[in-house]
């Protein structure tokens, strides 16, 4: 049990571009969701955090309007990287929550690439 | 300075050795921790909770001391499928908001 998918696996896109990440749980609902970024040989660093129904609460140095979040239902959440760089080429991975205490469950990571 | 520090390796180490690896965490309101497992460009997996009494699953013993801000993982009788970094992670907000290390790497070799 606790299965959170994610998609797509990998992006390779040219600068400008905006992306997409899909964040699903399977076979659970997930109240909180969390988005994280892991650069190369650096440790995973949280981006954000959405609750289903409300607007996600941001890391500091975390850009809004860059990196759009939505939580529509407790299944799904979509991490939207507008306008993408090569600066923003990195492992996004989410994890989902039934909520406080709870474990997270993490995806199996998006790796994007901007060129 | 980092929040959650750990050694970052990497430990070479035999098949069948014992192997630790250390974490200091500095935010004292952390409090929750975890060992996570992270495979070469794969999503971190749960490997088990950290408790102040100590826990043990199978060949792997964690310990906290909260005193010292000190988290230690052993591993007995290493696999060679043991080889992977291993993420020391500190939990705050109920266990919700976690911060990680940077990872210890381990390599098991015949």
């Known amino acids: 049990g606790a299965v959170v998918s994610q998609h797509p696996s990998r992006v390779i896109c040219k600068s400008g571009t905006s992306v997409k990440i899909e964040c699903r749980s399977l076979?659970?609902?997930?109240?909180?969701m969390f988005w994280y970024r892991q650069f190369p040989k650096q440790s995973l660093m949280l981006m954000a955090t959405?609750?289903?129904?409300?607007?996600?609460?941001?890391e500091q140095g975390v850009e809004k309007d860059k990196f759009l979040i939505n939580h529509a239902s407790l299944t799904l959440s979509t991490l939207t990287v507008t306008s993408a760089h090569p600066e923003d080429s990195s492992f996004y991975i989410c994890?989902?929550?039934?909520?406080?205490?709870?474990?997270?469950?993490f995806g199996d990571g998006t790796r994007l690439s901007i060129l | 300075r980092k929040e959650v520090e750990q050694d970052p390796g990497p430990f070479n180490v035999p098949e069948g050795a014992t192997v630790a690896f250390n974490c200091t965490y500095s935010?004292?309101?952390?409090?929750?921790f975890f060992w996570y497992r992270q495979d070469c460009r794969k999503e971190p997996k749960l490997l088990m909770s950290?408790?102040?009494s100590g826990n043990e699953d199978g060949r792997f013993t964690a310990q906290l001391n909260r005193a010292s801000q000190y988290i230690s993982l052993l591993i007995r009788d290493s696999k060679l499928s043991d080889s992977a970094t291993y993420l020391c992670?500190?939990?705050?907000?109920?266990?919700?908001?976690?911060?990680f290390g940077t990872g210890t790497q381990l390599k098991v070799e015949l």
């Open positions: 076979d659970f609902q997930a109240t909180t």
């Open positions: 992670v500190g939990g705050t907000g109920g266990g919700n908001k976690l911060t």
């Open positions: 959405s609750n289903e129904g409300s607007k996600a609460t941001y």
């Open positions: 994890s989902a929550s039934t909520g406080v205490d709870q474990p997270q469950h």
């Open positions: 950290v408790y102040s």
């Open positions: 935010n004292s309101a952390s409090q929750s």
